[in-house]
């Protein structure tokens, strides 16, 4: 099997393991800020395992600054999911999703404000058409304060999850799968004082759920991803980033019975489109760094689970 078509198949994978998030939040029975402490608990034992057997300690590459950096993404990464799950309970998995896919433009913004980075006259269009698009796929009218919640925690989640993009793309020269280990590590003392474990003792099968998300979607998931990094073109990966929404809307539609009306839908083309206009508008070529010292192997420089905007 060639390279690019083994990426292929690793990132959809994940990309379609990423779309059935919503579903192991909903049916943990648990609230935002449990989910969020056992994901990282779970995710930090899954991968801190795949990282013990794969070598990846020896040599880590660590400095006080790039661990820094790493912690502080952490807390950016770790409060996005708290939004994102909040999202969920307030609104619907379809429309935080959707809403939730605006990271890029964020990300611009960003650049824009700490940067000085110039934003070119067709990113403003396409910056104004996911405006446009936004204001279509939220359908929330006045007085509905639920979906306007809704709304303001998946925006929040996307702010979130941009500025933890912004902050780890300062790192380099370490392996991704140890900076997405330090971020959810950084998670546990950071929610313990907001954890209810009382709340958590009776969940029963929920137990399940809630582990499946630190295995599956935080374990498994990000080692999909991270592998097919190193052998896709940006283009590809910018492509496939999307089946996340396209499958969560899906899972959200055959499980839930919710779904988006024909305005809303109006709106989701645009988010999609704009979102990957300014993705590729803002991509260099694909590039594959060099590991740290005295470590097999080559893997892509960023290190976040921002890369494919994957929750």
């Not at 959707?98 to 006259?121: C, D, K, M, N, W």
């Not at 899906?250 to 779904?259: K, R």
Request: hydrophobic letters at 55%; glycine letters at 12%; a positive charge.
């Amino acid at each position: 099997m060639r390279n690019e078509t083994r990426g292929t198949i690793e990132l959809t994978l994940a990309m379609v393991l990423s779309g059935t998030l919503g579903v192991f939040v909903v049916e943990s029975g648990a609230s935002p800020f449990e989910v969020v402490f056992f994901r990282c608990l779970f995710g930090a034992a899954a991968l801190g395992a795949y990282s013990l057997a794969r070598g990846f300690f020896t040599g880590h590459g660590f400095t006080p600054r790039k661990l820094g950096l790493a912690a502080l993404g952490g807390v950016f990464i770790v409060f996005n999911w708290v939004f994102l799950f909040e999202a969920y309970e307030a609104t619907s998995i379809s429309l935080a999703t959707v809403v939730y896919h605006t990271q890029p433009f964020f990300l611009v913004l960003l650049g824009a404000l700490f940067l000085r980075e110039r934003i070119s006259a067709g990113k403003l269009a396409w910056l104004a058409v996911a405006f446009v698009g936004l204001v279509l796929v939220s359908g929330v009218w006045p007085g509905d304060t639920a979906s306007l919640k809704g709304l303001g925690f998946a925006l929040a989640a996307a702010v979130l999850y941009a500025l933890a993009t912004f902050v780890t793309k300062r790192i380099t020269g370490i392996r991704p799968h140890l900076i997405a280990l330090v971020q959810v590590v950084v998670g546990l003392p950071l929610l313990l004082p907001f954890a209810d474990f009382g709340a958590v003792g009776g969940l029963g099968t929920g137990w399940l759920w809630l582990a499946g998300l630190g295995l599956i979607h935080t374990g498994l998931m990000y080692v999909l991803m991270y592998a097919a990094y190193a052998k896709l073109p940006t283009a590809k990966i910018a492509v496939l980033a999307f089946t996340y929404p396209a499958v969560a809307m899906g899972v959200d539609w055959a499980v839930y019975g919710h779904h988006i009306g024909l305005v809303q839908a109006l709106g989701v083309p645009l988010i999609v489109l704009a979102s990957l206009k300014v993705t590729l508008s803002g991509s260099a070529p694909a590039r594959v760094v060099a590991p740290a010292p005295r470590t097999a192997g080559h893997e892509p420089e960023a290190a976040s689970p921002a890369a494919t905007r994957a929750g």
